[in-house]
């Protein structure tokens, strides 16, 4: 079995920072792309940074140079630093990540957090 785990959320006053951070464990052979994703109260799930096995990343708009996605891969961790927060970027943060278990074949499963709360007000 493979468990991801999010720490870093809170509470946090508008332009303040945020660092999240994710560390896969269990049966570990390899992992791919890690992420983070985030849901809004009475909103759909949506994508917010991802970075592949290589460091190369992808942001959604609403957090283009504010937020910067970074990795261990000798931890398996993937790193959310959030910085000049805003009362809109309040949502639960959902860690993912590509996960190969089997030494044999290249098949990597997706897997989820159970999520982290970042909440920005005054």
């Known amino acids: 079995q493979v468990q991801l785990v999010e720490s870093g959320g809170g509470l946090v006053q508008p332009g303040g920072s945020l660092r999240l951070s994710c560390a896969a464990s269990?049966?570990?052979?390899?992992?791919?792309?890690m992420g983070w994703y985030r849901q809004a109260p009475g909103k759909q799930r949506e994508l917010v940074a991802t970075?592949?096995?290589?460091?190369?990343?992808n942001y959604a708009d609403f957090v283009k140079g504010r937020f910067t996605i970074s990795r261990d891969n000798a931890k398996n961790t993937v790193y959310l630093q959030m910085n000049n927060l805003g009362p809109e970027d309040t949502a639960v943060y959902y860690c993912?990540?590509?996960?190969?278990?089997?030494?044999?074949?290249?098949?990597?499963?997706?897997?989820w957090g159970q999520g982290t709360q970042v909440t920005v007000s005054s």
């Open positions: 269990g049966n570990i052979f390899s992992v791919n792309d």
């Open positions: 993912n990540a590509a996960v190969r278990s089997n030494p044999v074949g290249s098949v990597h499963f997706k897997y």
């Open positions: 970075t592949t096995s290589g460091g190369s990343t």
